[in-house]
């Protein structure tokens, strides 16, 4: 079946270690996104991809890096600098990377999350 | 910051239709209304979204109102798995990368 696959969905960081986050999607998606989401709260943007080796800042970056060197893969690292780092991660992607569908509203897809706490 | 607001909490009776409320006053002409749902520590699922037109599908209805000001989400028959967080969310245009911006949604919980 086609879907976003979040891994691992539990993870343990120690202090002062950097901590990879999986996603990969098989649908062929050209955008793909980072979310954190805080206990109570709603989502927060962290990066997201339009396309293949481009990606952009969301509202809370700082703390965080991504790469994008394949169409189905987005991974996000939690670095050191990220204070604050326990929280629930979700990663999600949308057909609309290219300008003709984003205007067409796609509607961006989750995978079912990864949940990071400090050991 | 979201751009809309809905009330914290709702209830509904199991097999009732519930009519989830959402205000939006300062939406753009370019905006949609998304609407998506999340149980608890699960992604978040894509129930419907429409621009100025009512919008039904499988899941659910989207009513819009003539102003665009206020839309409401109908599930019409809930189930106990349709108890979760709703979030109604305006979708930015082309100046903010046409990004989701979630607040803290309505939990809806479905009672029998």
New interface residues.
Partial sequence: DGG?T?SPKYLFRKEGQNVTLSCEQNLNHDAMYW?RQDP??????IY?S?IVNDF?K?DIAEGYSVSREKKESFPLTVTSAQKNPTA?Y?C?SSI?GDSFY?NL?Q???????T?LSIL | D?KTTQPPSMDCAEGRAANLPCNHSTISGNE?V?WYRQIH??????II?G?KNNETNEMASLIITEDRKSSTLILPHATLRDTAVY?CIV?GG?DS?????????TLLTVNP
């Fill in positions: 976003i979040q979310y109570g709260q709603g989502l927060r943007l997201y339009q952009q969301g629930f979700l999600a609309d984003r509203n509607p961006q897809h989750f995978g079912d999350g949940r | 979201a949609y998304y520590s699960q992604g978040p699922q894509y979204h621009l979030y979708r082309w990368n046409y990004k989701l911006t979630f607040g803290k949604g």
